[in-house]
């Protein structure tokens, strides 16, 4: 079992930032292919950002893609969001989710592929 805890939510106006932490404990960390989901209001989870268990090779949503940007520091069992330039469209419940890899170089992208989630964290951009 992985257990994941996200925290660093909250209101921001448009155009600021936030970083986003996601803190796991139970397995070895770097054993595990990361990513970040986010659910509006009314609407299905999104894939927002994935990356692999070695922090070098990551993927993005179209509409994050140079606003947002993934990493790990395996070290501290966490992965980060950070997340610029942020507009009203990114307000949302952000999860992360873990998945165990076979290999350093995979990443995920779809909901369905990842084993463990966190309870999510709040994020609200005013415009």
């Known amino acids: 079992q992985v257990q994941l805890v996200e925290s660093g939510g909250g209101l921001v106006q448009a155009g600021g930032s936030l970083r986003l932490s996601c803190a796991a404990s139970?397995?070895?960390?770097?054993?595990?292919?990361m990513g970040w989901f986010r659910q509006a209001p009314g609407k299905e989870r999104d894939f927002v950002a994935a990356?692999?268990?070695?922090?070098?090779?990551?993927d993005y949503i179209d509409s994050v893609q140079g606003r947002f940007s993934i990493s790990r520091h395996n070290a501290k069992n966490t992965v980060y969001l950070q997340m610029n330039s942020l507009k009203p469209e990114d307000t949302a419940v952000y999860y992360c989710?873990?998945?165990?890899?076979?290999?350093?170089?995979?990443?995920?992208?779809?909901?369905?592929?990842?084993?463990?989630w966190g309870q999510g964290t709040q994020v609200t951009v005013s415009s």
């Open positions: 989710a873990a998945r165990g890899a076979a290999r350093y170089t995979y990443y995920y992208t779809g909901m369905s592929e990842y084993d463990y």
């Open positions: 990356i692999d268990r070695s922090g070098d090779s990551t």
């Open positions: 139970g397995r070895t960390f770097s054993n595990y292919a």
